[in-house]
């Protein structure tokens, strides 16, 4: 208690707001303890009276009636508990009082906490002195002490008979009660505080769609252990096999469990997930898990508890639906506080929040691992077809090199038409064996593609003039649609080259004699837009669906005459989206189709 001047008023123990302390949440709590106070003072007989509770080794104001000038200076500040010594061991007990008569101390005797001022006396023989000093211990059921209750200033100017004293002994009594009470309703509401902060940060760490299983359950420890005042926390993934375990002390460090742990796991995880409870593992707590196989296992948690020096465990089963996912165990050292009710309805709701982004996270894992597998599946593609393309090259390159020489003989008339048909197929598989060449080097992630400054004006032209001839043979009309001015973009002139040569030799080829192919390309909208429209054969809507895969066939038999590939639109679309653009179809059966490529200016 601080050194308190006044007339009259003084040795009154008070509490007051301590550094670490801003007062309980429950301010219900504080209004009756208020109250408890204003009716000590009111139907006992005294002036003054201070209700203290100790947080932290400190008293702590948390009632007070008497002079307005003092209430101030006594909530602001506090005393420690140690400041009672110099009282208790001279006062007289009185059951919870003790009473210190101003005759039996110095007043330099109480260390400066307690100080008298008072302007009067009576003379009466048991006046009460300025000096007197009398408090109720307030206590739990173990005997510490909780709280202090202080009155001074009696209104009749004596100090307490008999009776005052069995009045003021039953106030205490039940003022000690409603501290008591205050003290687990405030228990009870930081509980749910702490819990319900625990599952929002829970919340928080493990919803980002891009989170490893790793990472969630990283990111959920700390919420964990701090929200459920834990020494540490333990998350055995339930995966088929052995699993996944995260074990951390209370700051961070690793945790080694022993195997018999995960065994724990695998076996009551889903009973506790079914039955949707919570088991708790504690000395004098009886887990009541029936079941063959259960008791040793819980003899091995308890031993594990004892290695790591912990006093019990909570502990839930995660999961999602009727899926149990894992198992999560919160632990606690031998000085901390029984598990509440309100923890274990917390810690079974945070089982579904923990599960819920358990199974999120296996499932984007699982995703990431088919997408590599699918990666290195079409690498290992690429890299086969542009090795057998490789090897094919050099036997064709021969093949064709003879037939030419063939050609020079004079022949017969079988004989030539043999040699006809040989060179015919000796083109087709060279045509193949370009395009699977090309389809890997443009598909290859190790290619990196060289951009330099390409005005497809001039792009259009070139392949235009190359199959107008095809074109004219067939009657089959070639029109040009070039906006004025540049249309550049940045990308290689070979590869923008061949994917409009496909797309523009294939509208001649779908094209029946006497039809019309029209190439357009203007800037819209920023972007350089390339237009190929034919008015041909024209493409399904289901076979649109596939029309860029490679080696994709038509299921149109009047398409089919026609010689193919299958890699021509699978090369456009590959070198489209390798310039940073797209590659679009609108066709309607027998009407014509038109191929839209959209590609970035130069910037």
């Known amino acids: 208690m601080r050194q308190l001047h006044g007339p009259g008023y003084a040795s009154v123990p008070v509490l007051h707001s301590h550094p670490d302390h801003t007062g309980w949440s429950d301010s219900s709590a504080r209004a009756v303890l208020q109250l408890m106070v204003e009716a000590v ?3 006992i007989g005294f002036e003054v009276a201070a209700l203290s ?7 702590i104001t948390m009632g007070y009636t008497g002079p307005e000038e003092f209430r101030a200076h006594l909530y602001e500040n506090a005393d420690p508990v140690s400041a009672l010594d110099s009282v208790l061991h001279r006062a007289e007990p009185w059951g919870r009082l003790h009473f210190l008569a101003a005759e039996n101390y110095e007043p330099e005797d109480l260390d400066g906490h307690w100080v008298v001022v008072a302007d009067h006396q009576t003379d009466e023989p048991d006046a009460w002195h300025p000096h007197d000093v009398l408090v109720g211990l307030l206590t739990d059921d173990d005997g510490g ?3 202090v209750l202080s009155v001074d200033r009696p209104v009749s100017g004596r100090r307490p008979d008999a009776r005052q004293r069995r009045l003021l002994e039953r106030y205490a009594a039940q003022t000690e009660r409603a501290v008591l009470t205050a003290f687990e309703r405030e228990e ?3 509980q749910v505080a702490h819990a319900e902060t625990a599952r929002r940060l829970i919340r928080a760490a493990s919803m980002p769609a891009h989170a490893s299983l790793e990472a969630v359950l990283q990111s959920t420890h700390r919420p964990l252990v ?4 834990a020494a540490g926390s333990w998350i055995q993934v339930l995966d088929h096999g052995v699993g996944r375990g995260y074990a951390r002390a209370r700051d961070g460090d690793p945790v080694t469990l022993s195997d018999r742990m995960a065994e724990l796991a695998q ?3 889903p009973r506790l997930w079914r039955d949707q409870r919570v088991l708790v593992i504690a000395d004098g707590v009886d887990p009541e898990l029936p079941g063959p196989g259960v008791e040793p296992l819980l003899e091995a948690a308890r031993q594990q508890l004892a290695e790591l020096d912990l006093a019990s465990a909570l502990a839930v089963a995660l999961g999602t639906g009727t899926e149990c996912l894992g198992f999560l165990v919160l632990t606690r050292e031998k000085d901390g506080p029984p598990w509440s009710s309100i923890e274990a309805a917390s810690a079974l709701q945070i089982g579904h929040d923990l599960g819920a982004a358990l199974m999120t996270a296996r499932a984007l894992e699982r995703e990431r691992n088919l997408v590599s597998e699918l990666q290195q599946l079409d690498d290992y593609r690429s890299q086969l077809i542009a090795t057998l393309s490789h090897e094919l090259r050099t036997p064709l390159t021969v093949i064709s090199g003879n037939l030419e020489l063939l050609g020079d003989l004079e022949l017969e008339e079988l004989a030539d038409r043999y040699h006809q048909a040989m060179k015919r197929g000796t083109t087709r598989m060279q045509k193949v064996v370009d395009d699977l060449l090309l389809l890997a080097r443009v598909s290859d992630p190790r290619h990196p593609l060289v951009r330099v400054p390409v005005d497809l004006r001039d792009t259009v032209r070139e392949v235009t003039g190359l199959i107008d001839s095809a074109a004219q043979t067939r009657g089959v009309e070639l029109h040009l649609l070039l906006e004025p001015g540049p249309l550049e973009v940045a990308g290689d002139p070979t590869e923008l080259d061949r994917m409009l040569g496909n797309l523009v030799s294939n509208a001649v080829k779908y094209t029946p004699d006497g039809g019309r192919v029209t190439v357009s390309a203007r800037h819209d909208e920023g972007r350089v837009v390339l ?3 034919d008015d041909g054969l024209g493409i399904s809507e289901e076979d649109q669906l596939g029309l860029f895969r490679a080696f994709f066939r ?5 398409a089919l005459v026609q010689p193919g590939t299958g890699l021509g639109l699978t090369i456009v679309a590959t070198i489209a989206e390798r310039h940073g653009g797209t590659v679009e179809v609108r066709s309607r059966l027998g009407e014509g189709s038109t191929f839209t490529v959209t590609l970035p200016p130069l910037s």
């Open 554 to 558: 038509t299921t149109n038999p009047d």
């Open 188 to 190: 009870l509401v930081q």
């Open 267 to 269: 076996a009551l995880a």
């Open 53 to 59: 509770v100790v947080l932290d080794g400190h008293l």
């Open 531 to 533: 237009t190929v429209s």
């Open 145 to 147: 002490l909780i709280g």
């Open 226 to 229: 701090e929200g459920f005042s």
């Open 41 to 43: 003072a009111e139907m």
